[in-house]
């Protein structure tokens, strides 16, 4: 048995869940809506303030799909009570972010600047303070959505090993590398 499949989905008192006939679970609650199609072999049954997600049988199949839906209609409830974050921290002299109607505005060392558009359902917003390193945090009800979104901003400009320099997200550690040593002669 999955040990995250058979995991029982505690649901908070503001959050509601529906279920309908094309196997589309709806979660609403009080930050938003969101649904996910489930596969027409997955079972999910709601018990008052509890739900668990089942399979039909032990195939390879039904046992990917079984921790794999009861794990993303958890982020659902987790998004819609709490929401996700995400910062981003741009090292680099000169590197800079502003963020205007949901554009962000990078100038990361390149010979020009790059505008990022960010889907209307994320929040943005960029920090820059005299002496640190800019921050730009994106908020959200989609644990997908606000990843996938960090991840294009972080490949704008990869972190490089031996300064430590492009876009990395806010308190990871980068592996340095050693520079050239002068020959011996």
């Known amino acids: 048995m999955s040990r995250i499949g058979k995991k029982v989905i505690e649901l908070p008192a503001k959050v509601s869940i529906s279920v309908d006939n094309a196997n589309v679970v709806t979660v609403k609650g009080p930050k938003g809506t969101l649904s996910q199609q489930i596969d027409a072999d997955i079972k999910v049954v709601l018990d008052e303030n509890q739900l668990t997600v089942e399979r039909p049988t032990d195939q390879k199949r039904h046992r990917a799909m079984h ?5 993303l209609i958890n982020n659902m409830v987790i998004g819609v ?5 995400i910062e981003l921290e741009i090292v ?16 990361l060392g390149y010979s020009h600047t790059i ?3 960010v889907p209307k359902e994320i929040t943005i917003g960029a920090v820059t303070e005299k002496g640190k390193n800019p ?3 994106m908020e959200g009800i989609d644990k997908q959505l606000v ?3 960090a991840a294009k901003i972080k490949s704008l400009r990869p972190v490089e090993p031996y300064k430590g320099k492009g876009v990395r997200v806010l308190g990871e550690t980068v592996r340095r590398k050693a ?3 002068a020959s011996k002669k």
């Open 115 to 117: 505008f990022f558009a």
């Open 135 to 137: 921050i730009v945090s």
């Open 81 to 85: 009570t709490d929401g996700y974050k």
């Open 92 to 107: 680099g002299v000169g590197y800079k972010a502003t963020a205007n109607n949901n554009v962000f505005e990078f100038s």
């Open 179 to 181: 520079g050239k040593t």
């Open 147 to 149: 990843g996938q979104i």
């Open 67 to 71: 921790g794999l839906y009861r794990a």
